[in-house]
T-cell receptor, first 114, second 114 residues
Framework: DQQVKQNSPSLSVQEGRISILNCDYTNSMFDYFLWYKKYPAEGPTFLIS?????DKNEDGRFTVFLNKSAKHLSLHIVPSQPGDSAVYFC?????????????FGKGTSLLVTP | DAGITQSPRYKITETGRQVTLMCHQT?????MFWYRQDLGHGLRLIYYSAAADITDKGEVPDGYVVSRSKTENFPLTLESATRSQTSVYFCASSPVSGAGNTIYFGEGSWLTVV
């Protein structure tokens, strides 16, 4: 039973425009949310996170928004660059959940075209 | 600063063989994890460990064995490999367990079972 869902397997965006990646979750106990970026043949790397006590966190071109009532979060990348082309995984964790192990979505493959 | 390293990076083995994937981290992180990544499933937790000599099952533990005699090492063993265990395996670690926890991943081990 997938507790973290990324319903868009892929997204294509033009360079300079905004990329919006979406994520939904079902477990109301999740209290910390993260986005990871993954290039082919490499391990996932941490990108940005947000605690459940916040509704927005910004880091340079990357902003994560959390809507707890809708159990939805999104990652905004502005402006998008070709180097942002990668698979993006949404992840969530909760107290008592396998040592705070992360539950991952299936990923969204982002392609930023010149 | 080696961080977290996995070996072998690529392995082909036959059905029924025993295979061990090694994971070593230099950060002295308490928590370590093994995930597998499969198309259509994202990243799924196999086993995790809170400290040396403390391990527990994740979402998909069947067919796998782990041990953690030293804080820095967390090997994953497939006792009798099956084709369904063909996957990319990621080892990960984190310093603590709790809200705000970020997990750091190794570069992955590509395993093919023929």
């Amino acid at each position: 039973d997938q507790q973290v869902k990324q319903n868009s397997p892929s997204l294509s965006v033009q360079e300079g425009r905004i990329s919006i990646l979406n994520c939904d979750y079902t477990n109301s106990m999740f209290d910390y949310f993260l986005w990871y970026k993954k290039y082919p043949a490499e391990g996932p790397t941490f990108l940005i996170s947000i605690s459940s006590i916040k509704d927005k966190n910004e880091d340079g071109r990357f902003t994560v928004f959390l809507n707890k009532s809708a159990k939805h979060l999104s990652l905004h990348i502005v402006p998008s660059q070709p180097g942002d082309s990668a698979v993006y995984f949404c992840a969530a964790s909760a107290l008592g959940n396998s040592g705070y192990a992360l539950n991952f979505g299936k990923g969204t493959s982002l392609l930023v075209t010149p | 600063d080696a961080g977290i390293t996995q070996s072998p990076r690529y392995k082909i083995t036959e059905t029924g063989r025993q295979v061990t994937l090694m994971c070593h981290q230099t950060w002295s992180h308490s928590y370590m994890f093994w995930y597998r990544q499969d198309l259509g499933h994202g990243l799924r937790l196999i086993y995790y460990s809170a400290a040396a000599d403390i391990t527990d099952k994740g979402e998909v533990p069947d067919g796998y064995v782990v041990s953690r005699s030293k804080t820095e090492n967390f090997p994953l063993t497939l006792e009798s490999a099956t084709r369904s265990q063909t996957s990319v395996y990621f080892c990960a670690s984190s310093p603590v367990s709790g809200a705000g926890n970020t997990i750091y991943f190794g570069e992955g081990s590509w395993l093919t079972v023929v």
